[in-house]
Each structure stands twice: as C-alpha cells, then as structure tokens.
C-alpha cells in the first residue's frame, strides 16, 4: 500500500478504476487528519507542478464514504516503481518548466544557471552583473546602448556618456541612464526598478517616472505601479550573498531562493504566498534560509525529494 499521499497520487492516477484501491484510499484518508491534509497539500503540489489536475482526479474517492476495513500491503518492487513514476513525472514537469527559460536563452549573449552570479565588462566599459537564473541580451553602437533582460536580475554600473543613451528594457518597461547604478528584476508578473546611486527615467505603459538613490520601483500583475524607498546599499544585495527582505512576501523571497536551489522550492499555499517577510537570509544556503522563513511564518518544509522543497502551513 501507498505510505504516504505522494505516493497515493501516483497509485490512483495509474490505477483510476480501481475500485479496491479507491476504497484503500478512503480509508487511508480517514485514518488521521493529518492524512487528509497531506492529501490536499499533494494535489495542490501536483497542480503546481503541472498546471492542472493529475489526469483521472474526478474518478477518485476523495470524501472518506463507504470505507471498509481492508488489509494487505503493496509489495516492496511496486512501492519503489511508484515512488520511481513519482520522481519521473516530476522531474518531467519541471522540464516543461524550465523549457521557455532555455529557448529564451537561445537569444541571450550572456546567461547563468542555478546558484551561479557572472560578471561582465560591456563593450562601452560600464559593468553589469547577473544574478542567478538571468539572461541578458545587448547592442551597441555609435549612437546607442541597449541591454534586454531576458529574465531574472542585473545590476548595472553605467559609465557616463551624454551622446550615447544606455537603456535597459524588460518587457515592456524601458529605463533610460546617463551614469548610474541600478538593478533590474523580471519575475514572471512584475518588474522591479531600484537605484543605488544616482538617476533613472522608467517608462511604461503603467508608469513614467524619475528615480533617484533608495527608490524602488515595482511594476506588474494588473496593480498600480508602486514606490517606496529603502537604504541604497540594500540595493542587490545578492551581490553580497544576501536576501534582504523588507515587506517582501514569502512568493518574493522563495523566487530569489530558487535561484540558488539546485531544483525547486515550491509555496503550496496561496495565503502563506502573500504574507509579508522582513529579514536577513543567506542566499548560500537556500535550505536554511528557507527553514527560518518557515519557522517565522508557522510553516513547515517537506523535503519531496533532494530537489524538491514544499513550504506551507502547519
């Protein structure tokens, strides 16, 4: 028999017309509550994972009715190829999720992978730094600099040029510098905007807006473009290794733990998703860090597999 609700997501997705199986099912359900809670946080995993459903999900007996006392174990071989299935179609999700992320790369002069930070000189002498998970794309010319972030995050040094215009744009967000130091972040529904010293015009067709040092700038998901500022030093302050969290939320702060887990850290509850987090993390090791913000929050970490981290509510 399945030992734990992962595992009964394989086994009745294999097996929908079971009907022996289902009845197990039910009964495993109505065992404790904490089965019925790990139940409904798999499913949100799976659906997570694969953006829908696990395919025979409405034939499941997932109400506990007619639950009958049967005995018997799956045997050992079975066990292990359904936690094997498990791995694999996991595995392969996160493939389907990483594919979009590698064909932009193909346009990218410059990418980096998980946990990895890169460095460049641009031809015009400014420097740009990336920070993990990020690609980047740029030209230049006798009139013009442009970089495009691709996605992910970039910390600019531009060097001051009055005839050549340096703009970074990100969708459809275009920043415009003569000599400064900012950050550009694109995350999958907003694009953030923070200047560590000296001036930048954003432009989009939210927002057009003059920063100086300590502004940052969030853009996206359909809300109203919004201000605040903060220390300039905080400023990419995963160049140092850190997370610095100021009213972040905890689908912020696991985004940028992501990028330095070697698989994927998963929220599987849309309110933790949304809880405001303030706090210093390492970014060296995403495990720990991701263990304190669980504990702050009444959270707990689920370790799937070594590359697989799910945090939610107790």
Known sequence: ????????????????????????????????????????????????????????????????????????????????????????????????????????????????????????????????????????????????????????EAWFEVVPAPDRTFRVTAGDVKVTVLGTAFEVRRDDDSINVAVEHGRVQVESAAASQLLGAGDVLRLGNGSSPQTETVSPELIASWRSGQLVAKDQTIREAVAMLNRYFDGWIVVADEELERQPLTGIYSLSNPRASLAAIARVQGARVREISPWLLVISKN
């Open 1 to 152: 028999m399945p030992d734990s609700a992962d595992e009964w997501v394989v086994a009745l997705n294999d097996n929908p017309a079971d009907g022996v199986l289902r009845l197990r099912h039910s009964q495993w359900l109505a065992q404790s509550d904490g089965n019925r809670r790990d139940w409904d946080e798999s499913l949100r995993v799976w659906q997570m994972l694969d953006r829908t459903v696990p395919v025979h999900v409405e034939a499941w007996d997932t109400h506990g009715s007619n639950v009958v006392r049967l005995s018997g174990r799956m045997p050992g071989r079975r066990r292990r190829l359904g936690l094997a299935v498990a791995a694999a179609a996991i595995a392969a999700a996160l493939a389907i999720a990483i594919l979009p992320n590698a064909i932009r790369q193909l346009g990218a002069d410059v990418a980096t992978a998980s946990g990895e930070t890169r460095a460049v000189d641009l031809p015009d002498g400014s420097r740009l730094q990336l920070a993990p998970h990020s690609a980047v794309a740029f030209s230049f010319d006798a009139g013009q600099r442009h970089v495009e972030l691709l996605r992910g």
